[in-house]
Nanobody
Framework: VQLQASGGGLVQAGGSLRLSCVAS?????????MGWFRQAPGKEREFVSA????????LYADSVKGRFTISRDNAKNMVYLQMNSLKPEDTAIYYC?????????????????WGQGTLVTVSS
């Protein structure tokens, strides 16, 4: 399974970006939870958001709750992360990942496949 994340870039604080992630195998993305993680320079990878296989259940890190929205389109093999009211502390490489089960998780060990990441830089 290959995951391709895109949509990162440079944005000013308060701005918005929409990240996209496409998976190479439809059966995987439609039957599994999906997640977004991020890794800032010099820091460990951290959970951002997750969504269940049909999109009914979502999880968010406290730091992004109310600002970020995760969604998915199984027909298109896509998962999205809409990021609003961006802050400099959101600067990181963002990774999408395919869960091992139907539900998303906050724990990286619960994900089987990872994309290569897309860089988000928020200037103050």
């Amino acid at each position: 399974v290959q995951l391709q994340a895109s949509g990162g870039g440079l944005v000013q604080a308060g701005g918005s970006l929409r990240l996209s992630c496409v998976a190479s195998r439809r059966t995987v993305i439609s039957n599994n939870g999906m997640g977004w993680f991020r890794q800032a320079p010099g820091k460990e990878r951290e959970f951002v958001s997750a969504i269940s296989w049909k999109g009914a259940g979502t999880l968010y890190a406290d730091s992004v709750k109310g600002r970020f929205t995760i969604s998915r389109d199984n027909a298109k093999n896509m998962v999205y992360l809409q990021m609003n009211s961006l802050k400099p502390e959101d600067t990181a490489i963002y990774y999408c990942a395919v869960g091992r089960g139907n539900w998303g998780s906050r724990y990286a060990t619960m994900y089987a496949y990872w994309g290569q990441g897309t860089l988000v830089t928020v200037s103050s």
